[in-house]
């Protein structure tokens, strides 16, 4: 049987080892890890998003108006509640000088009525008194009110002393309590405090709340359908891309990656302009609310939003702006399929 093979020009073939080790050793030396797997994961995302945002560069006049409308649904919730938080801030400023003014009777001696002062100053209730006489209370109108000739056609002094009381408990609610406790004393004739404005403040800021609450609302449904329609036609311009990428075997990930990548670009991008937005409206008006405060001798001074807030609304577009892309790529996604 040699002989024949040898006859024949046959060469018998001796088994390598050395050379099959190689070649185990070749494979396996090219086999991928976890390591290199997520290394190339992460270029493939750092790409895509590159590439994603060249793609919105080169089309400038419809990513400009679509980023014009994001900006501007997102800047009037965010100027809405700046706004809130402003005349949040102003009506504080009253919790922290808020008095009653007892009005005491005619009948009430300048002694009687610094005896109530003190007897007030010890009630559990009361932070502090302040006493005006019904002689500093007729000097003070003299000085203030450029009358005073008429006290000398008067017998008598009409004005009564009154007693300023500061209570310990400044809450909206509890004030209106004290004042009708003050009010039963017998030397009180009258127990005021100015608590309409204050009211009439805590009422409308509740209703700004609930008025920014479902404007937002209505502006993120707004972002939404703003980014779902441009995802949309820019999903439509690369229907036959689509088409090819599945033929040749990619996964609807693979597809979707680059409009999700669009959808975080307009988030980015829209909220950076909302944010110029609220700014430049807050510096346009801190000049006529300066010269507003001022007349009332007030420190009140417009502040814009703060580095947390402007971080939540950054972080509130980004996630609109996928959101939007990701619902409108996953309904339109699915309708393009290779024939």
Same mark, same amino acid.
């Given at each position: 049987?040699?002989?024949?093979?040898?006859?024949?020009?046959?060469?018998?073939?001796?088994?390598?080892?050395?050379?099959?080790?190689?070649?185990?050793?070749?494979?396996?030396?090219?086999?991928?890890?976890?390591?290199?797997?997520?290394?190339?994961y992460l270029r493939h995302h750092v790409e895509v998003a590159r590439q994603s945002y060249f793609s919105l560069l080169s089309?400038?006049?419809?990513?400009?108006?679509?980023?014009?409308?994001?900006?501007?649904?997102?800047?009037?919730?965010?100027?809405?509640?700046?706004?809130?938080?402003?005349?949040?801030?102003?009506?504080?400023?009253?919790?922290?000088?808020?008095?009653?003014?007892?009005?005491?009777?005619?009948?009430?001696?300048?002694?009687?009525?610094?005896?109530?002062?003190?007897?007030?100053?010890?009630?559990?209730?009361?932070?502090?008194?302040?006493?005006?006489?019904?002689?500093?209370?007729?000097?003070?109108?003299?000085?203030?009110?450029?009358?005073?000739?008429?006290?000398?056609?008067?017998?008598?002094?009409?004005?009564?002393?009154?007693?300023?009381?500061?209570?310990?408990?400044?809450?909206?609610?509890?004030?209106?309590?004290?004042?009708?406790?003050?009010?039963?004393?017998?030397?009180?004739?009258?127990?005021?405090?100015?608590?309409?404005?204050?009211?009439?403040?805590?009422?409308?800021?509740?209703?700004?709340?609930?008025?920014v609450w479902v404007l937002a609302a209505l502006f993120v449904m707004a972002v939404l359908l703003v980014v779902g329609n441009?995802?949309?036609?820019?999903?439509?311009?690369?229907?036959?891309?689509?088409?090819?990428?599945?033929?040749?075997?990619?996964?609807?990930?693979?597809?979707?990656?680059?409009?999700?990548?669009?959808?975080?670009? *307009?988030?980015? =991008? !829209?909220?950076? %302009?909302?944010?110029?937005?609220?700014? $430049?409206?807050?510096?346009? +008006?801190? #000049?006529?609310?300066?010269?507003?405060?001022?007349?009332?001798?007030?420190? *009140?001074?417009? =502040? !814009?939003?703060? %580095?947390?807030?402007?971080?939540?609304? $950054?972080?509130?577009?980004? +996630?609109? #702006?996928?959101?939007?892309?990701?619902?409108?790529?996953?309904?339109?996604?699915?309708?393009?399929?290779?024939?």
């Amino acid at each position: 049987m040699e002989n024949n093979l040898r006859r024949k020009g046959a060469v018998r073939v001796e088994p390598n080892t050395k050379r099959d080790a190689k070649v185990h050793r070749g494979a396996e030396h090219h086999r991928l890890n976890v390591a290199d797997r997520g290394r190339s994961y992460l270029r493939h995302h750092v790409e895509v998003a590159r590439q994603s945002y060249f793609s919105l560069l080169s089309q400038p006049l419809t990513t400009f108006m679509t980023l014009a409308v994001l900006a501007i649904a997102l800047a009037l919730p965010g100027a809405l509640y700046t706004g809130l938080k402003n005349i949040q801030q102003l009506g504080s400023g009253w919790d922290g000088d808020p008095r009653v003014a007892l009005y005491l009777k005619l009948s009430v001696t300048d002694a009687e009525a610094e005896t109530l002062s003190r007897e007030l100053l010890l009630r559990d209730d009361v932070a502090a008194t302040e006493l005006i006489t019904a002689k500093q209370g007729m000097l003070e109108f003299q000085a203030m009110s450029g009358f005073g000739d008429v006290f000398s056609f008067l017998d008598n002094n009409p004005l009564p002393a009154v007693v300023m009381v500061m209570p310990r408990d400044m809450s909206v609610a509890s004030v209106p309590l004290f004042q009708a406790k003050l009010q039963a004393l017998p030397q009180v004739d009258e127990a005021v405090v100015d608590m309409e404005w204050v009211q009439r403040l805590a009422a409308f800021v509740v209703l700004a709340e609930r008025a920014v609450w479902v404007l937002a609302a209505l502006f993120v449904m707004a972002v939404l359908l703003v980014v779902g329609n441009t995802i949309r036609l820019s999903i439509e311009s690369r229907r036959e891309e689509i088409v090819i990428a599945k033929l040749v075997g990619a996964t609807d990930a693979y597809v979707r990656r680059p409009f999700l990548y669009d959808g975080v670009w *307009f988030g980015v =991008a !829209g909220g950076v %302009f909302a944010w110029l937005l609220i700014q $430049l409206s807050l510096l346009f +008006l801190n #000049g006529p609310v300066g010269q507003l405060v001022s007349l009332y001798d007030s420190q *009140f001074e417009l =502040a !814009g939003l703060g %580095f947390v807030e402007t971080i939540l609304l $950054l972080v509130i577009s980004i +996630l609109l #702006g996928l959101c939007g892309a990701w619902l409108a790529v996953g309904r339109h996604l699915r309708q393009i399929q290779p024939q």
